[in-house]
């Protein structure tokens, strides 16, 4: 399915925090937002996912405006990783897995054998089976991510939007998340938008990026197009050097301060 953002702005409390955005991600490609702290990348995605309306703009689905659809119809095309996503009560990991079928599920609401069995699948794929019975509260940060990651997979989207989904998790799980967001794009079709902080990690898992500065998008393309030192210079006021894996001849960059500390400093 493919996402359309069209001249987007969003306003929160009064003030314009996103402008004039155009962003375009086909059918079963990882599209990556970056952009410095503060740059607008969660509230662009949060209009995305519904939870903010645009200002000015639109998100279409396959050409179908998101903002106009009816709650159900919406979460059974588009599910949602949110930065900072929680609750306040303790359900066990199985039933915030299970929330994840309620757009699916028509008359009693109540979870039949198939939901059941997609929310065991969902779990197993994050390699969370064997927190089923545990209290959400309990888990830590990466265990609740690796859950709510499996929460978006049991919805059954055909769009996903993660804000940060590397966020609590270590490296190997950071790997192993992107892989399955691929995955899920390679055997499903899924589309995904996703923020990365990770520059490199967006860079490898990623087939654009957009990259967000005060709001506006700054720069778009494949990776390595986009990512050049001057940018990161410009909008991250880093120094990047890019250098090559020694096994697989990927491109890697490597980070300095923009302005190195002098000796007296
Ligand atoms: N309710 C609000 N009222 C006023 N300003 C807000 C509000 N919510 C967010 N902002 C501001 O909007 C800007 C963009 O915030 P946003 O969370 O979208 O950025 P981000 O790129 O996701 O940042 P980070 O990388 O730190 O998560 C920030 O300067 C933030 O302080």
Redesign the pocket.
């Known amino acids: 399915m493919r996402i359309d953002i069209a001249d987007l702005s969003v306003e ?2 009064g ?1 314009r ?2 402008h004039d955005i155009t962003l375009r991600a086909g059918s079963g490609r990882v599209v990556g937002l970056v ?10 995605l949060r209009c995305v996912y519904r939870a903010l309306r645009p200002a000015a703009g639109t998100v279409r689905l396959d050409g179908a405006d998101v903002h106009a659809m009816d709650a159900r119809e919406g979460a059974r095309l588009l599910a949602a990783l949110p ?1 900072e996503a929680s609750t306040e009560f303790d359900f066990t990991v199985a039933e915030v897995v299970a929330m994840g079928r309620l757009p699916h599920q028509r008359g009693s609401g109540r979870a039949s054998a198939a939901d059941l069995a997609v929310c065991e699948r969902a779990l197993a794929r994050v390699g969370a089976d064997h927190l089923a019975g545990r209290g959400f509260l309990s888990l830590s940060g990466g265990e609740k991510q690796r859950v709510l990651i499996a929460r978006a997979l049991a919805q059954e989207p055909r769009v996903l939007v993660l ?2 989904p590397t966020n609590h998790l270590d490296i190997a799980q950071q790997l192993e998340v992107l892989a399955l967001v691929r995955e899920g794009c390679t055997s499903r079709r899924l589309t995904v938008l996703t ?1 990365l ?1 990770d520059l490199n990690l967006a860079a490898m898992h990623c087939d654009e990026l957009y990259v ?1 500065a005060h ?1 506006r998008i700054v720069a778009a393309g494949p990776p390595y197009d986009v990512l050049t030192p001057k940018l990161l210079a410009e909008v991250f006021g880093v120094r990047a050097h890019r250098v090559r894996h020694p096994e697989s001849g990927a491109v890697q960059l490597l980070f300095d301060r923009l302005a190195a500390p002098t000796a007296a400093s």
């Open positions: 929160v409390a003030n925090l996103v952009g410095p702290n503060g740059s607008g990348k969660s509230t662009l930065q804000d940060e923020a902080h967000l709001g």
